[in-house]
């Protein structure tokens, strides 16, 4: 089981930097409102795009390497087919978990991830999953 309910309970409280990969700057897709909310709930954000120079002000990386701070979650908004790479990634990187949003599901990605020493929450929204357990609205 990916989403050990004290697992998600644990990142969401001593989590406080997040890089969002495939962050998009269309206010339509749930990149966008996701990361909005981490950004209102105090966290640090990080986007994560190759496509885009910033979000929100914010600069944008081209990949998670590029990224100058530590990354506590890396919150992935990419087809499953492309989450074994971001686990790789997040891996070298040394970030703390990797977190698939819902409908990301890759068993490869999970297993990457965990023997490289991550957490890993799977077929979650992390925006949700922290209005519930740290109670920001």
């Known amino acids: 089981m990916h989403s050990d309910l004290t697992v998600v ?34 966290l640090t954000v990080y986007p994560v795009n190759p496509g885009i120079t910033s979000w929100e002000g914010l600069p944008a990386y081209a990949t998670l390497a590029d990224v100058p701070g530590p990354i506590d979650i890396v919150d992935v908004f990419r087809r499953p087919e492309h989450a074994p790479e971001v686990a790789r990634d997040a891996v070298a990187v040394g970030a703390g978990a990797l977190w698939l949003q819902l409908g990301v599901i890759s068993e490869e990605a999970a297993s990457i991830a965990a023997e490289g020493g991550l957490d890993v929450v799977m077929d979650r929204c992390l925006a949700v999953e922290h209005r519930e ?3 920001w609205s």
């Open 9 to 42: 309970e644990r990142l969401l409280h001593e989590s406080r930097t997040v890089a969002v990969v495939g962050l998009s700057a269309d206010p339509r897709r749930p990149s966008h409102g996701v990361a909005r909310y981490l950004v209102s709930a105090g």
């Open 133 to 135: 357990v740290v109670g």
